[in-house]
């Protein structure tokens, strides 16, 4: 696998928190999604959303060592029911940033959430998150 010295590890997760900031609009967003992961930035086609989540801005809490700490995302109420497999960041303007599967704790996932189906109503809230560059 390829690692970076940290400095340039941070100035990329710098970079990401950057994109995920950029635009006016009111907040950059995740969304999370079921069924198959398109293409990156690819068109949504059958996914069906479960949730938006909402990033404060700025979103980093802090970055160092090459680890982006995210502030929490605001709760937000789950629209649908289904199995979260895959989620979409959008910034501020609603431009794709990333995407990034989703899985339970110990997947693997790149955003591990302690539930393996949401349920349409329920509360969802991502209180810690960190992105690691490699």
Known sequence: MLTYVDTLRTSRAQLLATAIDTGSGPSATLTVYTGTRPAPGAAITNQLALV?????????????????????????????????????????????????????????????????????????RINTATITEP
């Open 52 to 124: 938006v989540l909402k990033f404060t801005h700025p979103c980093a809490k802090t970055v160092s060592g090459g680890v982006l700490t995210l502030k929490p995302l605001a709760e937000q109420m789950a629209t649908a029911s289904g199995a979260p497999t895959w989620g979409r960041i959008v910034d501020r303007d609603g431009a794709f940033v990333a995407d990034l599967d989703v899985g339970v704790p110990g997947s693997g996932a790149d955003l591990e959430l302690p539930a393996a189906e949401f349920f349409a109503g329920a509360l969802i």
